[in-house]
């Protein structure tokens, strides 16, 4: 899959999981910050999206310290995804 | 018992806000949905992750703690069912992802006691935070809870609720289970002689509630919940009811029943009517509401509306008395055949 078609798949599938009313998946810029100050995401939002990267992906993040460095953005996880992904 | 000073009510009907009840909102492929509104107030961060029935909830009590002096000292919510569309969303997770990695919001939203417990966060009340699950007296219990705290201690105020959703879950169950009708019906086929079950409702009343009679919307002054399949068990009780909360040779204003289209359970209203005679006016609700375990909270709603407005709209009466102001309502319905409830709700001493 090519990478903007998996930024394309992995932002319809932030917004499926977290159920985000008012943002469509066009809206998230790939560098927007996924909590905090850009899409607003909290620390329950973090264990769905850990959990959109195991059904969805096949990958398994054990190690909190990693998730963070991961969670970023789009950019961040589609870069991880690709590297990682075992479906 | 306790005086009712504000009340709120997301139904299938205009009962939120701009309230509209003489306009009549059809039931949907036998649903009656609730009207939901933009829900002003509540975080979208959290409002995005409630199941309807905290929704609802949620959405009808917010107005009522944000506008009530004094924060209440408890909150007491009648469901019968809860979230049970989130429930079953998270138990079809365990089989969908072969009892992998489950995420918690579906579950956490979905029990029972959400409700309450996200107005109690929402709101930052501390205070007695409870849910009670009782089927067709989960608001019923509320109620006597209530009454029974502010017996206890004088001078307190409580929000109590009632508040049940439709899910698909329980529609196709209770429908399967001969509940709700097989044929398609409107508002004013529901009442149709012969026909069995009735059709589902959903919705959500809330009201503030103390001791004090100032400024309050009304009364409400005696509840009696029983469990009977006899009719004349029925009766006897709603007769000692009227005899015990009545001043003797007095009757209620108006007869709020909770008939639901059911010829089954057509009796149980009949022997009521029969007993509070024929001059008195009779409303029915269900052609509004649809049917549900907590849908006697719409009632009491219903009930302080109608004596605040000393009025009720010509689509909810059955049978209409010589002019007569509503002052004393009597509410009677019952769940399933099985669980009966009366209630008497009045004009506050000050009005």
């Given at each position: ?13 932030i ?6 009313l ?5 809206d ?7 909590f905090?100050?850009g ?11 850990i959990?959109?990267?195991?059904r969805?992906?096949?990958?398994e993040?054990?190690?909190p ?19 990682h992904?075992?479906k | ?7 709120t ?26 009207v ?32 009530s ?12 069912m ?8 998270f138990?079809?997770?365990v ?8 995420t918690?919001t ?25 849910t ?50 097989k ?24 009201f ?5 009679s ?34 003797a040779?007095?009757?209620?204003d ?31 609700f ?12 719409v ?31 009597l ?17 506050a001493?000050?009005?």
């Amino acid at each position: 899959m090519e990478t903007a078609e998996l930024k394309k798949q992995l932002k319809e599938q932030i917004v499926k999981f977290l159920n985000l009313l008012s943002v469509k998946p066009e809206d998230i810029k790939d560098d927007e910050p996924l909590f905090g100050e850009g899409l607003g995401l909290d620390s329950i939002d973090s264990i769905e999206l850990i959990v959109l990267l195991s059904r969805e992906y096949g990958i398994e993040i054990k190690d909190p310290k990693e998730g963070r460095k991961i969670l970023v953005d789009v950019n961040t996880m589609v870069a991880y995804i690709e590297k990682h992904r075992t479906k | 018992m306790f005086y009712i000073h504000k009340t709120t009510c997301i139904s299938p009907q205009q009962t939120f806000s701009a309230v509209d009840i003489e306009h009549l909102n059809e039931p949907v492929n036998n649903k009656f949905q609730a009207v939901e509104p933009s829900y002003e107030g509540i975080p979208p961060g959290i409002l995005r992750r409630m199941g309807k029935a905290v929704r609802l909830g949620v959405g009808a009590a917010m107005p009522l703690v944000h506008h009530s002096t004094q924060p209440p000292d408890g909150i007491i919510i009648g469901t019968s069912m809860g979230g049970l569309e989130d429930c079953i969303k998270f138990l079809n997770q365990v089989i969908e992802y072969n009892e992998g990695m489950l995420t918690p919001t579906n579950f956490v939203q979905s029990t029972s006691n959400a409700i309450a417990g996200q107005l109690g966060l929402l709101s930052k009340n501390k205070g007695y935070n409870i849910t009670h699950v009782h089927r067709g007296f989960s608001f019923e219990n509320a109620i006597l809870d209530a009454a029974m705290l502010l017996k206890e201690t004088p001078g307190t105020n409580y929000l109590i609720g009632g508040v049940d959703e439709i899910s698909s879950y329980n529609y196709n169950i209770e429908y399967l289970g001969g509940w709700y009708k097989k044929e398609i019906f409107s508002s004013k086929d529901l009442y149709t002689p012969g026909s069995v079950a009735s059709i589902a409702g959903e919705g959500a009343a809330m009201f503030l509630v103390n001791d004090q009679s100032t400024g309050a919307e009304a009364q409400l002054k005696a509840i009696h919940i029983f469990q009977t399949e006899d009719i004349a068990t029925v009766g006897n009780q709603l007769r000692q009811f009227l005899e015990k909360n009545l001043p003797a040779g007095e009757k209620p204003d108006l007869l709020l029943s909770g008939e639901n289209g059911d010829s089954r359970f057509l009796k149980y209203y009949t022997t009521c009517e029969t007993l509070t005679g024929n001059d008195i006016t009779i409303a029915r609700f269900k052609h509004m509401m649809g049917e549900y375990p907590t849908v006697s909270s719409v009632a009491v709603w219903l009930a302080c509306e109608i004596i605040k407005q000393n009025a009720l709209p010509q689509h909810m009466l059955k049978s209409k008395s010589p002019d007569r102001d509503f002052k004393n309502i009597l509410i009677y319905n019952n769940y399933k055949g099985l669980q009966h409830s009366m209630m008497l709700v009045s004009k506050a001493e000050n009005q």
